[in-house]
């Protein structure tokens, strides 16, 4: 024992002579991950592994990004706050007041854009905000962020407030922003200003009027339902800016969202006189129209109907793709002919389609609608073989497990719950207060209490309530069935003459007051 320490000893004396000859050297060879002649480091069993390649201060390289993420979100509520305030109730305007408070910081784009979000009830106090970005001479608008404050005053459908600021940001505004402005008009169902807004943008605001705008505000409008107006204003630019064929298939679709197939029929057929071709796309829309109308009037006819669109297709000479399918499955499924989805699933290779995640979330619901659990597990499963299982989120297991609840399944709603956490979607408070209230409803107050304490622990702000219990799945008490006691000689003697006595007076006529008793 003492031989085979006695060269470690030496090795520690001669490289404590080496440090201390060099005592400024020695300190930077503890700091210095390369060097491994250091004798603090060699006596050290935690640091004799420390892989030279990795600096030791590489442990601590995340905490900075997470102070920089809390002084992000504690800055933003702090904007936030600033601008909930009553401005009736404040003698200082709110460009004064973030001067005076917020001149140290430096605005970026998250920054406003989490602003805007924790702020929704602030209102016109937000153009405050905006012209206070606008003098800030460590800040300069850009598209993105004049895109933020429409999008902002969208939602609340102040269109005056959106008009400040597409005039204050001519300069900086582009394709972002005009989208955004497109969309909440049309979401605010104003067809008709969208169409004015398209013929004096160029003037009043400085967007670009050519065939790229013109596809993004006829898509817009043909999303809602709002054909006609697409059609007039691509007919009225017609001599500036000619139709293509993407502008014509979209008009198309416009027509059958808003379930008027004569309509697209008919522009159909002038754009086929007109030298165009009509595309998968506007045949995907009309076979999806003509689906829809059936599954309103006769569902029987949907299949008969579908296979003439069908045809015509491939007399055009136009390919199926897999949004071809995905409307036909789409349509089986919600008139619950779960078995013709299934087998169209398993005739997409045919025509060289291959399904997405569209086709596997619409199939498994249909499944578990149907009872069938065990095919809707082995749809999932091939749905990540197929490489689709980034589509599995929070909100489409929730779809899954509201439909397991609804036919009674709360065992293997259950099982899907575990599936979901074991692939990494975070469940909300939506699917816990489910899962909870189906447990409760079936009387399972044990496991409804493990899934609140596990809420809790997770951080879902979950709030105790009270279930009720569901009578079907009561557990009823248990009542003894009373044993038949044995008759004695008397009593069955004085029984059969009872009945003897009951037959005799049935024969003999009854006198007339005891005929109207009876």
Known sequence: MWRSSTPSLQLRRLLLRCSSSSSSSSSSY??????????????????????????LSRRFSSQPNNSADDDHSQTAQSLSSELLKDPDSEPVPIIQRLQLSFSHITPSPPLILQTLNTSPDA???????????SSNPNFAHSDETISFFVDYFGRRNDFKAIHEVLMDGRNFAGAKTLESAIDRLVRAGRATQVVSFFDRMEVDYGFRRDRESLTMVVSKLCEHGFASHAEKMVKNVAGEIFPNEKICDLLIKGWCVDGKLDEARRLAEEMYRGGFEIGTMAYNSILDCICK???????????????????????????R??????????NLCKIRKTEDAMKLFYRMGEWGCYPNETTFLVLTRSLYQAARVGEGDEMIDRMKSAGFGNALDKKAYYEFIKILCGIERIDHAMSLFSKMKEDGCKPGIKTYDLLMGKLCAHGCLDKANVLFNEAVNRGVPVEPKA???DPRFVKKPTVAKKEKKRETLPEKMARKKRRLRKIRLSFVKKPKRMRRAF
């Open 30 to 55: 503890c700091l210095s991950p390369t060097l491994s002649l250091d004798p603090y480091c060699l006596s050290s069993p935690q640091r004799h592994f420390v892989s030279p390649s990795f600096p």
């Open 123 to 133: 209102g016109r106090t937000v153009l405050g905000f905006y012209k206070w970005l």
């Open 293 to 319: 109308l059936c599954r309103k009037k006769d569902p029987f006819c949907l299949e008969s109907e579908a296979e003439k669109i069908l045809v015509d297709m491939d007399v055009a000479g136009v390919p």
């Open 321 to 330: 793709n897999v949004e071809t399918f995905n409307v036909l499955i789409t």
């Open 467 to 469: 279930y009720k219990l």
